[in-house]
Every structure is written in structure tokens, then in C-alpha cells.
């Protein structure tokens, strides 16, 4: 079993930066791919970025591209978003998730273990 906790949303100005957490217990996680989604009001759920077993290897959606880096810690179990320039259509609930086999990182059935969710709000 594995558990993942958010935290580090809230309300930011358009232009301003956050950094999420998703802290991991459980099973060995360090050999796990790691990725962030978010879901808007009305919308689907979307992927917004990965990173693999290999801390060396991230990918992200095109619309948070140069804004938003993924990253972990290993040694504190921690993954980590840090999103800078941010823009109201970035205004979502944000969710952390991991998985064992994951292949295709952007399909969400990939991932076996989501957090709770965390609310990040840009305002004008």
C-alpha cells in the first residue's frame, strides 16, 4: 500500500508561484514514476507532468511547459511541483498519483494510487 498526502495549494495572483508537495509512505517509492494532474471546474481530468523511477527524466504538458517542474526527494519521500508564472486557467484541484507500471504517463487508468487533492485558486 502506498498513501500520498497534498499539500501547498491555495490563492496566488495571476503572475505568482506555488509549490505543491505530495509526501508518499508506504511501500518502496523511489523506483516509482510520479506525476501531477489537475481538474477544473466542468473539465476532465488532465495530465500535467511526470517525472520516473529516474529523477533524470520529466515530461510535461504543453501548457505548463517552462512554467511548472516536477522534481523529487527521495530521502524525505517527497514529490514536488513547483509552478511560477502562474495563470488563471491554471485555477484547478491538483492530484498527485504513482504507479508501478506506468507506460504511458499521461493516461490516468496508468496510476494505482492517488493523493486527496489539493485546490489552487489564480485569481486576476
Do not use: H
Not at 490563492?11 to 518502496?28: D, E, F, W, Y
Not at 512554467?67 to 486557467?89: A, G
Not at 504517463?105 to 487533492?117: E, R
Amino acid at each position: 500500500q502506498v498513501q500520498l498526502v497534498e499539500s501547498g495549494g491555495g490563492l496566488v495572483q495571476a503572475g505568482g508561484s506555488l509549490r505543491l508537495s505530495c509526501a508518499a509512505s508506504g511501500r518502496t517509492f523511489n523506483s516509482y514514476a510520479m506525476s501531477w494532474f489537475r481538474q477544473a471546474p466542468g473539465k476532465e481530468r488532465e495530465f500535467v507532468a511526470t517525472i520516473r523511477g529516474s529523477a533524470g527524466n520529466t515530461y510535461y504538458t504543453d501548457s505548463v511547459k517552462g512554467r511548472f517542474t516536477i522534481s523529487r526527494d527521495n530521502d524525505k519521500n517527497t514529490v514536488y511541483l513547483q509552478m511560477n508564472s502562474l495563470k488563471p486557467e491554471d485555477t484547478a484541484v491538483y492530484y498527485c498519483a504513482t504507479g508501478r507500471m506506468v507506460v504511458v504517463p499521461s493516461k490516468a487508468a496508468q496510476y494505482d494510487y492517488w493523493g486527496q487533492g489539493t485546490q489552487v485558486t489564480v485569481s486576476s
